[in-house]
Structures are given as C-alpha cells and as structure tokens.
C-alpha cells in the first residue's frame, strides 16, 4: 500500500509538469477529494486542504510558465504523407464479477454489487504510456466493503484496474482486472477474458 496518499498524488502532478505533460488539474484535485470519501471521514481536513493548496500553488506556476516559454512554430507536414492509424487495445475485463462503466460529464465511474462476504476492497491502478509499455502502479488504495463504486482519473495514458475483494479473513473472494481504460475506449464494448480464479 501506499504511504500518504496526499503526497503520492501531489508527487504524480509533479512528475507530469517535470515531463513537459499538461496535467488534468480538475481530475487531481477530485482524487485528492476522494481521499477523504475513501476513508469515509467526514468533512474537510488539514491534510487534505494543504494537499489543495501545493496542487493550486503547481498548476498556478506550470500555467505561468506556459505564458512565458517560448511558441515554436509547427513544422509543416508533407501533404503526400499518410498517418498510419494508432495502434490501440481494446478495453478488457477479466475476474469473477460483474463490472459496469458509467460517465457523469468528466467523471469516469466503475460500478459493482456490494458483497456480503467483501469486508474491504483493494484497488489499484497503473498506467502505461504506449501500446507496448508495461503498466505501471500509480495509485493504490483500500475502499469499505460497502463500497460499489470508484471514480478513475483517466486522461491520456491508459489504465489498468485491479479490483480485489478481501473477507474478513483476507481471503479473496471476489475480483476484477480491467485493462486499456481510456476516454476514448470508454464507451467500447469491454472484450471478457477467461479467469483464472
């Protein structure tokens, strides 16, 4: 599990402006939100209201440092030249569950049956940057075992989901992997494949 959650997202904004990426700063700011919803906390906190600022504080710098970095001008394409199409997956989904994909304007959602026998879920989320990259982990987080949805944070990188459902005991007994999770290949019939469990 991740240490604090508040910085891992703080840290992960930075990584983007650092590589020249335009970060989705509504979307980072909602996962900073949903920190508290996770932790069924009620109310605002410290942590997370300073986790708000350094996030507002970044995107006013990364936004005046576009004003000021210096415009280059496109280089003109060759009219004869033809783009090969990107090369994309398909969302996927394997496990021994059902679930569905849900869009509320920009918000992303993953919806499930609550489970008597789930006492908690794990969640964990990567991300790869081209077709053949590796996924890499870049959140993860425990939910109640009520819980029976998630808000993702997609953007211009494809998702890989796990979700994984723990009884008391830490047996798992329920599960879910979604792979190539997209805004563009959100709304795409998922391609199920055989699991293992």
Known sequence: MAGDPYAVILDQARARVAAGRDPDWSVLEARIRGVREARRTEGGSAAEEQA????????????????????LAPTPEPAAVRRRPILRDRPTITGTMEVRRERDGDTFLLRWEAARDVARWELRI???????????????????????????????????VHLIGRDRRGKLVRRAVMSSLTPESWGERWQRRASAA
Do not use: F, M, T
Not at 52 to 71: W, Y
Not at 134 to 150: C, F, M, T
């Open 52 to 71: 708000l600022q350094q996030l507002r504080a970044l995107a006013s710098v990364h936004r005046a440092r576009a004003r000021v970095a210096p415009k």
């Open 126 to 160: 990567s991300e790869r940057s081209g077709a053949r990259g590796q996924y890499e982990v870049r959140d993860e987080r425990e939910l109640p075992g009520d819980a029976a949805s998630v808000a993702l944070p997609l953007g211009d990188v494809a998702l890989r």
